[in-house]
């Protein structure tokens, strides 16, 4: 493909950042990579994908489908090949005879083309590799960008090492710490661009699946499950093509998060401190506690919740993933989210119509367009998911819980994701035509949808 008269840098080299990087290569825009970091890496363990994400992966890039294939995990039992998750009382005293007499409380319906997990290392090990060489910079975290309104004249990235570069437009996948999120808001009011605690907080644990055997039995082990309880509430999800179980188990407080340092988004913590945290759950959940590490960390939970950015751009500049909507993880759709934005704003770059900055502005205002509302929404339902989960909404009504997360959970898998694109293009054809590249797109907020489709629960449970 003949490249762009054009030249975009990307902040940041997480999977976001490569995957961004693989699809505007396919498409012939020139990029370079900016990564704090020595080298290229994630940091986290289990990340979900589901059928949003796989089609998402199709249109970006039929090699990165295939890396994420390569590292997948699904349940392992077939008979729960399509099963989301199935959601326990992780309160409830486990019969004597058998633990597998404890029956779930209702149980979470996927799609055959999507849902699994995998590790968020392995998988940006896999995208690497998509990338030629010599694309990316390292050791370099942004300190400031220079957007001149002349778009003729390159904007000028700088960084802490006390070098610069000089690009036509920037691409900030720099997380949720993002340091390119700053340049969007009012310099005089930087709070705006920081994430905010959700009084929520998170053990993580990789448990040897013959150990998860010993203390759960093979089918929960094997296959994903989701335990409830007040103000608590754990994931358990085989990961490493069922070699490993991965354990995410989340605590909410009144409490504010201890450190004064707003990027210190993890502190230290031990298993003792866990399984106080998790008084009164069965042994089922006790029993994998117990098999961590002693010391562990205690990740806090942010997200821009509470500071909704009112745009994904400005000038030439522009957020993608978790840097414009970063998001709690309790509907298992961040990543997935992320990776729709890289195939719209590809397909919206590597249109035939954006030849120079102007045009790169106009798919800039079109992506935003697009999907700042979805984005957004997510974010507060996230909140909200968690508090069903945790009986903090809804209380114990196990029927009202199914069905509230099954719909919010079709709004995100269900998206018609070439549907979306064609609209987006349209409104880029619109905005170049009109001589309007930048127009403020209305307000994006988006409520629980009305009409949506309950059928992802299995009733019969």
Not at 63 to 74: C, D, G, K
Not at 134 to 149: C, N, T, V
Not at 263 to 277: C, E, H, K, W
Request: net charge negative.
């Amino acid at each position: 493909m003949t490249s762009k008269p054009f030249h975009l840098a990307i902040v940041g080299g997480g999977i976001t950042g490569l995957a961004l990087a693989i699809a505007l290569k396919k498409r012939g825009v020139q990029i370079t990579i900016y990564e704090q970091a020595a080298a290229f890496g994630e940091i986290g363990a289990g990340v979900g994908m589901h059928a949003n994400a796989v089609r998402a992966m199709k249109i970006i890039d039929t090699e990165l489908l295939a890396a994420f294939e390569r590292v997948a995990t699904r349940n392992a039992w077939p008979s729960k090949k399509n099963v989301w998750f199935d959601v326990l009382d992780g309160t409830a005293e486990e019969p004597a005879s058998s633990p597998e007499l404890l029956k779930p409380l209702f149980t979470l319906i996927g799609h055959d083309d999507g849902h699994a997990a995998c590790h968020r290392a392995r998988f940006l090990d896999q995208l690497v590799p998509l990338l030629p060489e010599g694309l990316a910079q390292f050791g370099k975290r942004l300190l400031s960008i220079d957007d001149p309104e002349d778009t003729d004249i390159p904007l000028t990235l700088h960084f802490e090492d006390g070098t610069s570069a000089k690009a036509d437009a920037v691409l900030g996948c720099d997380g949720i710490k993002s340091r390119t999120r700053a340049h969007l808001v009012d310099r005089h009011d930087q709070e705006a661009a920081k994430p905010k605690y959700s009084h929520k907080f998170v053990y993580r644990g990789l448990i040897p699946m013959k150990d998860a055997v010993a203390t759960l039995g093979e089918e929960r082990s094997a296959n994903s499950m989701l335990w409830m309880g007040p103000d608590r509430h754990a994931l358990t999800f085989p990961v490493n093509h069922g070699q490993t179980l991965n354990l995410v188990a989340f605590v909410t407080t009144d409490d504010p998060w201890p450190s004064k340092d707003a990027q210190q988004l993890t502190l230290p913590a031990t298993r003792d401190d866990a399984l106080r945290d998790f008084a009164g759950f069965g042994l089922n959940v006790l029993g994998l506690l117990r098999m961590t590490a002693p010391q562990l960390e205690r990740w806090g939970l942010f997200d821009l919740a509470e500071n909704p950015l009112p745009q994904f751009f400005r000038g030439r500049v522009c957020l993608v993933g978790d840097a414009a909507h970063a998001s709690t993880p309790h509907h298992g759709a961040g990543a997935a989210m992320c990776i729709e934005d890289v195939a719209v704003l590809a397909e919206l770059l590597g249109d035939p119509s954006v030849t120079d900055t102007v045009g790169v502005q106009a798919a800039f205002a079109a992506f935003d367009s697009s999907r700042r509302g979805r984005d957004q929404w997510l974010v507060a339902s996230s909140r909200r998911a968690a508090d069903m989960y945790e009986w903090r909404a809804r209380g114990r009504d196990f029927e009202a819980i199914a069905d509230e997360v099954c719909a919010r959970q079709a709004y995100i898998w269900n998206i018609d994701l070439d549907a979306s694109i064609a609209a987006a293009r349209k409104d880029l054809a619109n905005r170049l035509a009109l001589g309007l590249p930048t127009a403020a797109a209305p307000d994006k907020t988006v409520p629980f949808p009305p009409d949506i489709d309950f059928h992802l629960r299995d009733r019969g449970s």
